[in-house]
């Protein structure tokens, strides 16, 4: 069964949640990307290994957390490791498939600005900055990305390099010494899109039900390519919307206080 | 040289004009009770170190006791930005502030170089990454032996780091439980170090491996119930989200900033920290 009756924003979630598989070990973002990893683990990924910055290893929260250090990351976690440990053994001792980012300012290439907007030393804002995003982005074995779409957030050029995507393009991330792939994926609200092999641009591979290419380039900042063969995002199931809108009324009712 | 004493004399003590000093704490076990204790005392052109500045941080930057801040992330976990901090960063209200930012990797890194004794850190980082033309602490170097280059960024090595953890024993000793981010490392990089508790207990009651600082690698233990409100104790008492959503509306300008301050910090003591947690408490 599918379901008609869904908005943008659950079908980004329930498309990034289809990306991830029983023997990915995933280093999670807050927001997006942990409702998309708990999704998956929810319904066709229940093995799924998910860790997050504050050190816990194989958490299975019964609600989104707020924070990336909520108690319930811990309790139901396999162990929960010092962050020092967790960012040298398990992350750059090259433990993790999938580092799953979210991004304030994206460019084409896959890289992500979290840091300001306007110059470094007089921003006109200051964002929360990297965290532990540059080195989930060149040590993690292939990166996915997932974000609402808008012209604010997808930019022909970024302010700053927080972390790095594939640069330039092209063989980039090689020059520079880096080993692992990169971002390989970009869910949206809209769209699914991969990297061109390439040029390493993200091209739009799959538009989600009933969206046309003209809403995909009003809301992107960059001129957009489309893949020869583009698909249709299949509809979220009956089973995949249930997950979702369960584990987002059971977080909302943990977090009021 | 007494171990434990009142929070107000652990401060006075250890806590100088001028100092660089840690707070630490990763969403979890955060030590508001000792910050707190420091803006009634009026420290100030402090240097700040902390991975995950919050809302503590954003109170002694917003009370312009702060002249450097060295950071991984300056956000309010969950909610959003820092706006105290922002306006600092920003418009320099209410004074112009230093800051020296990093990832996280390259602090947890230098803390853990400060607590092992060496100069510097070294770790496979920042590539690629636009910190590293900003902040001149970030530099690289050579692998004698495969030729690699790696970044090296200098350790921490604070004057004094003040964390907040479960209980100590009689003599002092205290464990840390739950997520235990980067306490230890903090603690062991300081000259001095100050540890708020929930509880003092004849004994620790913990397993072989378990995160314990032996009482004389610390400098003083204060009994402080609910002293990480509104972060929060593993098994002891919750995280209060909804005071962390208050704070952004609180922090939105100086009139109800300050305020808020008035009457919750500066006019207010340890004590009242306990009262805070009572609706938090896990039911035993």
Not at chain 1, 46 to 74: A, Q
Not at chain 1, 96 to 112: E, P, R, S
Not at chain 1, 205 to 212: A, E, F, I, K, Q
Not at chain 2, 1 to 10: I, P, Q
Request: charge should be negative; charged fraction near 20%; glycine fraction near 8%.
């Amino acid at each position: 069964m599918t379901s008609l009756d869904f908005t943008p924003d659950e079908m980004m979630t329930i498309a990034a949640s289809r990306m991830l598989s029983n023997e990915d070990v995933c280093f999670v973002g807050i927001g997006a990307p942990s409702a998309a990893c708990n999704v998956a683990r929810l319904t066709h990924a229940p093995d799924i290994t998910l860790i997050y910055e504050s050190g816990t290893i194989g958490t299975t929260p019964d609600v989104l957390p707020l924070s990336i250090g909520d108690g319930e990351l811990c309790e139901t976690a396999l162990t929960t490791v010092s962050v020092p440990e967790m960012f040298r053994y398990w992350l750059q001792g090259g433990r993790i498939t999938i580092g799953f980012l979210g991004a304030a300012q994206l460019d084409k290439y896959g890289n992500i600005n979290t840091t300001v907007i306007g110059d470094y030393h007089k921003p006109t804002t200051r964002l929360p900055g990297g965290g532990g995003a540059p080195e989930i982005a060149s040590s993690s074995g292939e990166i996915y990305i997932t974000m609402k779409q808008s012209v604010r957030g997808m930019v022909e050029k970024i302010d700053f390099y927080t972390s790095f995507g594939h640069g330039d393009g092209g063989d980039h991330r090689q020059r520079l010494g880096i080993k692992t792939k990169g971002p390989t994926l970009l869910i949206t609200d809209l769209a699914i899109w991969r990297p061109n092999p390439e040029t390493k641009e993200f091209v739009v591979t799959s538009l989600h039900p009933g969206v046309t290419r003209d809403d995909v380039q009003k809301t992107c900042g960059w001129s957009v390519r489309f893949a020869d063969d583009l698909e249709t995002t299949p509809n979220p199931t009956d089973q995949e919307l249930q997950t979702l809108r369960a584990l987002k009324e059971r977080t909302a009712a943990a977090h009021s206080g | 040289m007494t171990l434990f004493c009142s929070l107000h004399d652990a401060v006075a003590d250890n806590l100088k004009d001028g100092d660089t000093a840690a707070f630490e704490g990763f969403t979890h076990l955060i030590p508001h009770a000792a910050a707190h204790e420091a803006i009634r005392q009026g420290r100030k052109d402090l240097t700040l170190i902390r991975m995950t500045p919050d809302l503590i941080y954003d109170q002694m930057v917003g009370m312009g006791m702060v002249e450097k801040l060295i950071f991984s992330y300056v956000g309010n976990p969950g909610v959003g930005l820092l706006r105290r901090t922002r306006d600092a960063i920003e418009n320099g209200w209410p004074r112009t502030i230093k800051i020296e930012e990093h990832s996280h990797a390259a602090m947890a890194n230098a803390y853990e170089a400060g607590a092992s004794g060496l100069p510097c850190a070294v770790f496979r980082g920042y590539l690629g990454a636009g910190l590293k033309d900003v902040n001149s602490n970030i530099r690289s170097l050579t692998c004698p032996f495969t030729g690699e280059e790696l970044a090296a960024v200098p350790s921490i090595r604070p004057d004094v780091t003040f964390i907040h953890a479960h209980r100590a024993d009689r003599k002092g000793n205290v464990l840390i439980e739950g997520i235990i981010g980067i306490q230890k490392e903090a603690v062991l990089a300081a000259n001095r170090a100050v540890v708020t508790v929930e509880q003092i207990v004849d004994d620790l009651d913990t397993h072989a491996n378990a995160c314990v600082l032996p009482h004389w690698s610390l400098s003083a233990v204060c009994e402080v119930p609910g002293g990480a409100h509104p972060s929060y104790t593993h098994g002891i008492y919750d995280r209060d989200n909804a005071a962390y959503l208050e704070w952004d509306k609180i922090s939105a300008d100086h009139d109800s900033f300050l305020a808020w301050m008035k009457t919750n910090v500066l006019d207010a003591s340890p004590e009242d920290l306990e009262a805070r947690v009572s609706r938090l408490r896990k039911v035993k």
